[in-house]
Nanobody, 121 residues
Framework: QVQLVESGGGSVQAGGSLRLSCATS?????MGWFRQAPGKEREGVAAINSDGITTYADSVKGRFTISKDNAKNTLYLQMNSLKPEDTAMYYC??????????????????WGQGTQVTVSS
């Protein structure tokens, strides 16, 4: 059974940093992070594939970094220079076979339960 378990969320002031982690139970070709703020659609933040290729939403480029530790089966999202508009529930997502540079929800089959990130001004 596939499991994706996020951790690392919390409350931070603007300009601060957080690192999200996603522990996984399987092998996936693509993994990513999405976020959803209240009243808004879930949007893609970043993704990475097994070849190390990454893609980022324009809103987080230069501030967020996605990475994987294959030995630990763990996905990370390092978030720096956080802004109040980054406040959202952050979800880990995974796909066994495909990669796309487009951060669309339907590109990912498996999802975690989410971890809350709150950035205050």
């Amino acid at each position: 059974q596939v499991q994706l378990v996020e951790s690392g969320g919390g409350s931070v002031q603007a300009g601060g940093s957080l690192r999200l982690s996603c522990a996984t139970s399987g092998d996936f070709y693509s993994m990513g992070w999405f976020r959803q703020a209240p009243g808004k659609e879930r949007e893609g933040v970043a993704a990475i594939n097994s070849d190390g290729i990454t893609t980022y939403a324009d809103s987080v480029k230069g501030r967020f970094t996605i990475s994987k530790d294959n030995a630990k089966n763990t996905l990370y999202l390092q978030m720096n220079s956080l802004k109040p508009e980054d406040t959202a529930m952050y979800y880990c997502a995974a796909e066994r076979w495909r990669w796309s540079s487009h951060l669309f929800r339907y590109n990912f089959e498996y999802w975690g339960q989410g971890t809350q990130v709150t950035v205050s001004s």
